[in-house]
């Protein structure tokens, strides 16, 4: 168990890794921070500390109240949930001009929304995804540094630790999402550095073998994924239009490309419960005809998952699709985060909705009717869902009909 004294000292530790590792901050950069929980104050304050000492021109903090979002989804009126405020919009529009950097604190209760009409969710989900087109654009082609991480809160420790009381809940959280982020290594930078050689390493076999489609098999899953000529794997960090490097997930553990969006067929079953939306999503299974989502079947959260999928057209389709071992660090800590930032680095997983442009050759510079025409999908929401387990095999087979062993029973095969 920490003492609040070491956890002061870890937390130092961690918002340092933050805005070196994460969005590297750069001298004059402006600086978002978005998800800031009212109980994160003392982390989201060190992280705002370490960007002005690495130089940044100013740090703007989102707060976030839990109450307050549960408030507004209780008693706000319905049309609420239809508009994004435009100021909203134009704030992050901002960031990217001026070449600014966004942290996102991902620490939600998986049951914040739990009992409001699903309706509320999937509108302001909606309405969100809309206002936000273009500055999932900025983000999806790279321009700008962008970092999302986690922190330990009360609500949703007890939801991953539900026998413990709330202080070792939320103590035996840091600590795993601390192991994660690999902040306990003598040297995390110099640790983060060998991981991002690691994982390249991976993504460059991938890319030199160049397959045309992947098949998967497990229990309740049975897919064959078509991949753009133009694809490209893409693992840990990442360049912005500036040329300077970042990490835009911590931890990550997976390597993924785009999928051809009308080129998947067959089903696919879920392995962990998907977060989302504040709710939780289990035992599902969609099945796929031409790339289209054709039938959604779930044993806990349908009409929140079905939801999902008609958001618009393009949440009928895949938008990536990610290879991480079974036997990854995140996964070995046998928690179930709840938490798609985790459970996702712990499981091979697909994404629902729109792709990355920078997993296309020359995708950075493309238009969207240019991506759309290699492949990848486009839509207002990309969401991952974990299907990964110990009974997973995926073949890679190249254009001319090859078929080379890519995972075996959960893992890499080679
Ligand atoms: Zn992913
Ligand atoms: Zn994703």
């Given at each position: 168990?920490?003492?609040?004294?070491?956890?002061?000292?870890?937390?130092?530790?961690?918002?340092?890794?933050?805005?070196?590792?994460g969005v590297n901050v750069q001298p004059g950069q402006p600086v978002l921070i978005n998800g800031a929980l009212l109980e994160l104050a003392p982390l989201v304050r060190l992280i705002?500390?370490?960007?002005?000492?690495?130089?940044?021109?100013?740090?703007?903090?989102?707060?976030?109240?839990?109450?307050?979002?549960?408030?507004?989804?209780?008693?706000?009126?319905?049309?609420?949930?239809?508009?994004?405020?435009?100021?909203?919009?134009?704030?992050?529009?901002?960031?990217?001009?001026?070449?600014?950097?966004?942290?996102?604190?991902?620490?939600?209760?998986?049951?914040?929304?739990?009992?409001?009409?699903?309706?509320?969710?999937?509108?302001?989900?909606?309405?969100?995804?809309?206002?936000?087109?273009?500055?999932?654009?900025?983000?999806?082609?790279?321009?700008?540094?962008?970092?999302?991480?986690?922190?330990?809160?009360?609500?949703?420790?007890?939801?991953?630790?539900?026998?413990?009381?709330?202080?070792?809940?939320?103590?035996?959280?840091?600590?795993?999402?601390?192991?994660?982020?690999?902040?306990?290594?003598?040297?995390?930078?110099?640790?983060?550095?060998?991981?991002?050689?690691?994982?390249?390493?991976?993504?460059?076999?991938?890319?030199?073998?160049?397959?045309?489609?992947?098949?998967?098999?497990?229990?309740?899953?049975?897919?064959?994924?078509?991949?753009?000529?133009?694809?490209?794997?893409?693992?840990?960090?990442?360049?912005?239009?500036?040329?300077?490097?970042?990490?835009?997930?911590?931890?990550?553990?997976?390597?993924?490309?785009?999928?051809?969006?009308?080129?998947?067929?067959?089903?696919?079953?879920?392995?962990?419960?998907?977060?989302?939306?504040?709710?939780?999503?289990?035992?599902?299974?969609?099945?796929?005809?031409?790339?289209?989502?054709?039938?959604?079947?779930?044993?806990?959260?349908?009409?929140?998952?079905?939801?999902?999928?008609?958001?618009?057209?393009?949440?009928?389709?895949?938008?990536?699709?990610?290879?991480?071992?079974?036997?990854?660090?995140?996964?070995?800590?046998?928690?179930?985060?709840?938490?798609?930032?985790?459970?996702?680095?712990?499981?091979?997983?697909?994404?629902?909705?729109?792709?990355?442009?920078?997993?296309?050759?020359?995708?950075?510079?493309?238009?969207?009717?240019?991506?759309?025409?290699?492949?990848?999908?486009?839509?207002?929401?990309?969401?991952?869902?974990?299907?990964?387990?110990?009974?997973?095999?995926?073949?890679?087979?190249?254009?001319?009909?090859?078929?080379?062993?890519?995972?075996?029973?959960?893992?890499?095969?080679?």
């Amino acid at each position: 168990m920490s003492t609040t004294l070491d956890l002061n000292a870890q937390l130092e530790k961690y918002a340092e890794l933050i805005v070196r590792v994460g969005v590297n901050v750069q001298p004059g950069q402006p600086v978002l921070i978005n998800g800031a929980l009212l109980e994160l104050a003392p982390l989201v304050r060190l992280i705002a500390e370490k960007a002005y000492e690495a130089g940044a021109s100013d740090v703007h903090v989102d707060w976030v109240d839990e109450a307050l979002s549960r408030l507004k989804y209780e008693k706000a009126a319905d049309e609420t949930f239809t508009r994004f405020p435009e100021w909203e919009t134009i704030k992050r529009h901002e960031v990217v001009q001026n070449n600014g950097v966004v942290v996102s604190i991902s620490a939600p209760n998986p049951d914040l929304l739990k009992g409001i009409k699903a309706e509320r969710i999937s509108n302001y989900q909606k309405a969100a995804g809309t206002g936000l087109r273009e500055f999932r654009r900025a983000i999806q082609a790279d321009r700008i540094s962008w970092s999302v991480v986690s922190a330990s809160t009360k609500n949703w420790a007890t939801k991953v630790f539900p026998g413990e009381d709330e202080e070792t809940a939320v103590a035996k959280l840091w600590e795993a999402i601390f192991q994660a982020v690999r902040l306990n290594e003598e040297d995390p930078v110099k640790a983060w550095d060998e991981h991002n050689a690691n994982l390249h390493a991976k993504s460059d076999w991938l890319n030199e073998k160049h397959f045309a489609k992947l098949l998967y098999r497990a229990p309740g899953t049975e897919l064959s994924v078509e991949l753009p000529e133009k694809h490209l794997w893409v693992a840990a960090s990442s360049v912005n239009a500036q040329g300077t490097p970042f990490m835009a997930n911590m931890p990550t553990e997976e390597v993924f490309t785009v999928p051809n969006k009308n080129g998947v067929n067959g089903y696919v079953s879920s392995t962990k419960p998907l977060s989302y939306g504040g709710n939780i999503i289990d035992g599902f299974k969609l099945t796929f005809e031409q790339g289209r989502i054709v039938k959604v079947e779930a044993e806990q959260g349908q009409e929140i998952l079905q939801k999902l999928v008609d958001s618009d057209e393009g949440s009928h389709y895949l938008g990536e699709v990610a290879l991480v071992p079974h036997q990854s660090p995140i996964s070995r800590s046998n928690v179930l985060f709840l938490n798609t930032l985790f459970d996702e680095n712990a499981s091979n997983h697909f994404a629902i909705g729109s792709g990355y442009a920078f997993n296309v050759k020359g995708g950075k510079e493309m238009s969207p009717e240019e991506l759309e025409a290699c492949g990848v999908n486009a839509s207002i929401t990309h969401v991952d869902f974990m299907v990964g387990s110990a009974e997973m095999d995926i073949d890679g087979v190249t254009a001319d009909g090859n078929v080379v062993p890519v995972f075996r029973e959960g893992n890499w095969a080679f």
